[in-house]
């Protein structure tokens, strides 16, 4: 049975990949933060006691901004494939918690390369890791973007992820190991954290519809993202662990539309109009925006034989199929006198 070891576990995309892995047979070993709430939400429907006969699911307190506790950990669990996806991932957010941002992404992935380096050196056995690279690396470099695209970051997030990839691809050729970095472009799912554009619409205008809230502040509207769900991208991650020799790769759909575009879709779902719900709010502009993000996933398509599964207007309506239904029970459970209604939207 091989064993995998996920950071960031409880996230989007940890939530999807240990899916995949424990569907495929593997040991899943996931590092957790202790938060003063529960975190694992995402992980509710794999999660297994571990004292149960048979568990191969298992959640480890830890940190990427603490290097032992992560070494401790690899030489404990000593893993077959590390997927390293902990990162504060809100491009806005990293503007205002600059130095956090690149604790958690550029520090906190050299701390697992270090972590994987000692172990491999120590036991002898090989260790696959990936990186969580972003196509915001790609910032100001005009579509279609592909391995060859010069990195231009917009951002103390982006800026984070060029060091963190980077450090990737030195430690490969430094030490041997196999490390791939994906380059992935947006991908979103019913799972998408909530303060990301897709999911502040969906949830904002299925509320709206059900007459939980009235408004939905955003900010730029005609931004272009590569938008594909977030189940097809974490069977890149896997096949590029899978493959004979470490490289790197764009992960993308090919398509892009506008956030204004993503409104219209979701809107004609609900036949709403949402030009009479959605305000502008500057605090949701970027001090340097990213304007076309438009990938050229054709590398990954022929080594990697990947091809996304879901398309643009899927992924809306599931979206906003699957929040419809978050919203009916928010409002049943309120007319029952369970809950409260936030008529704002939190955080977002
Ligand atoms: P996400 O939902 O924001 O999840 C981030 C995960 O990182 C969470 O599990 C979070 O834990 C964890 N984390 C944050 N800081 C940490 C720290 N200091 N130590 C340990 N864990 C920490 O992000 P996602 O959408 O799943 O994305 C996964 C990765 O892919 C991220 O690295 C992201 O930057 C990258 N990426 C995402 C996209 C996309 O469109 N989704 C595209 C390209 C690249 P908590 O749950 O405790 O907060
Ligand atoms: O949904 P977003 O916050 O995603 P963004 O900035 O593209 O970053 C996401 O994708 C990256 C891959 O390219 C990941 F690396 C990163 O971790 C994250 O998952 O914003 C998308 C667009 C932006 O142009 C933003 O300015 O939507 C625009 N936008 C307009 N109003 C808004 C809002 N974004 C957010 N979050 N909230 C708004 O109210």
């Given at each position: 049975?091989?064993?995998?070891?996920?950071?960031?576990?409880?996230?989007?995309?940890?939530?999807?990949?240990?899916?995949?892995?424990?569907?495929?047979?593997?040991?899943?070993?996931?590092?957790?933060?202790?938060?003063?709430?529960?975190?694992?939400?995402?992980?509710?429907s794999?999660?297994?006691?571990?004292?149960?006969?048979?568990?191969?699911?298992?959640?480890?307190?830890?940190?990427?901004?603490?290097?032992?506790?992560?070494?401790?950990?690899?030489?404990?669990?000593?893993?077959?494939?590390?997927?390293?996806?902990?990162?504060?991932?809100?491009?806005?957010?990293?503007?205002?918690?600059?130095?956090?941002?690149?604790?958690?992404?550029?520090?906190?992935?050299?701390?697992?390369?270090?972590?994987?380096?000692?172990?491999?050196?120590?036991?002898?056995?090989?260790?696959r890791?990936?990186?969580?690279?972003?196509?915001?690396m790609?910032?100001?470099?005009?579509?279609?973007?592909?391995?060859?695209?010069?990195?231009?970051?917009?951002?103390?997030?982006?800026?984070?992820?060029?060091?963190?990839?980077?450090?990737?691809?030195?430690?490969?050729?430094?030490?041997g190991?196999?490390?791939?970095?994906?380059?992935?472009?947006?991908?979103?799912?019913e799972?998408?954290g909530?303060?990301?554009?897709t999911?502040?619409?969906?949830?904002?205008?299925?509320?709206?519809?059900?007459?939980?809230?009235?408004?939905?502040?955003?900010?730029n509207l005609?931004?272009?993202?590569?938008?594909?769900?977030?189940?097809?991208?974490?069977?890149?991650?896997?096949?590029?662990?899978?493959?004979?020799?470490?490289?790197?790769?764009?992960?993308?759909?090919?398509?892009?539309?506008?956030?204004?575009e993503?409104?219209?879709?979701?809107?004609?779902?609900?036949?709403?109009?949402?030009?009479?719900?959605?305000?502008?709010?500057?605090?949701?502009?970027?001090?340097?925006?990213?304007?076309?993000?438009?990938?050229?996933?054709?590398?990954a398509?022929r080594?990697?034989?990947?091809?996304?599964?879901?398309?643009?207007?899927?992924?809306?309506?599931?979206?906003v199929?699957?929040?419809?239904?978050?919203?009916?029970?928010?409002?049943?459970?309120?007319?029952?006198?369970?809950?409260?209604?936030?008529s704002g939207?939190r955080?977002?």
């Amino acid at each position: 049975m091989k064993k995998a070891f996920l950071t960031g576990i409880t996230g989007q995309d940890g939530s999807f990949l240990a899916e995949l892995l424990l569907s495929r047979g593997y040991e899943v070993h996931g590092l957790i933060r202790r938060a003063s709430t529960f975190n694992t939400g995402r992980l509710d429907s794999i999660y297994i006691d571990p004292h149960a006969p048979h568990a191969h699911f298992f959640l480890h307190y830890g940190d990427v901004s603490d290097g032992g506790g992560v070494r401790r950990l690899l030489q404990q669990v000593q893993p077959d494939e590390v997927y390293n996806l902990a990162a504060q991932s809100h491009v806005k957010v990293s503007f205002d918690q600059a130095e956090f941002t690149a604790d958690a992404v550029a520090l906190g992935t050299l701390r697992m390369l270090e972590a994987v380096r000692n172990t491999v050196e120590s036991t002898g056995k090989e260790i696959r890791f990936y990186q969580a690279g972003s196509s915001e690396m790609f910032g100001a470099s005009p579509p279609p973007q592909n391995e060859e695209t010069r990195f231009y970051p917009r951002s103390p997030y982006a800026v984070s992820k060029v060091s963190a990839h980077w450090y990737a691809v030195n430690y490969r050729e430094a030490y041997g190991l196999f490390i791939a970095n994906g380059i992935l472009f947006n991908h979103e799912s019913e799972r998408r954290g909530e303060t990301f554009v897709t999911r502040k619409i969906t949830r904002g205008l299925t509320r709206i519809h059900l007459g939980l809230q009235n408004k939905i502040y955003l900010g730029n509207l005609d931004s272009r993202r590569d938008w594909g769900h977030a189940a097809d991208y974490v069977r890149a991650m896997w096949l590029m662990l899978q493959q004979d020799h470490p490289d790197d790769y764009v992960v993308a759909t090919g398509e892009a539309h506008t956030v204004r575009e993503f409104l219209d879709e979701a809107g004609a779902i609900l036949k709403m109009d949402w030009k009479k719900v959605v305000e502008l709010d500057a605090r949701y502009l970027r001090p340097t925006e990213v304007d076309n993000l438009q990938g050229d996933a054709s590398k990954a398509r022929r080594k990697l034989n990947w091809r996304p599964e879901v398309n643009f207007q899927e992924l809306v309506r599931r979206m906003v199929e699957h929040d419809l239904a978050l919203a009916r029970q928010e409002k049943i459970l309120h007319e029952s006198g369970y809950g409260t209604v936030v008529s704002g939207y939190r955080h977002a």
